[in-house]
């Protein structure tokens, strides 16, 4: 069974930094696109972040430039850096894979871990 496990959030103080990490575990035969999402409040799931297997990278135009996604495929692990951070940053971050298991493609997503950025 593959689960995606998250690591890192918590809170912090506007303009301050932190670092999620999440890494895919189970059976897997590869990974292809893996991706940062997060849901704010009241708000619809967006995308945060995306790295290709290549290490192309996607990033949501509220983050330029303060974010960085990057990727381990030996340790099968994604993660996402981020500096100068606003409150309107605060939200559940949610890692999202796509893994091939078992023989089938599968989109996968972790459990979610909670960014506060207040002070």
């Known amino acids: 069974q593959v689960q995606l496990v998250e690591s890192g959030g918590g809170l912090v103080q506007p303009g301050g930094s932190l670092g999620l990490s999440c890494a895919a575990t189970g059976s897997i035969f590869t990974i292809n696109t893996m991706a940062w999402y997060r849901q704010a409040p009241g708000k619809q799931r967006e995308l945060v972040a995306r790295?290709?297997?290549?290490?192309?990278?996607t990033l949501a135009d509220s983050v330029k430039g303060r974010f960085t996604i990057s990727r381990d495929n030996a340790k099968n692990t994604v993660y996402l850096q981020m500096g100068s951070l606003k409150p309107e940053d605060t939200g559940v971050y949610y890692c999202n894979a796509v893994i091939l298991s078992s023989g089938s493609w599968r989109n996968y997503w972790g459990q979610g871990t909670q960014v506060t950025v207040s002070s």
């Open positions: 790295i290709s297997t290549g290490g192309s990278t």
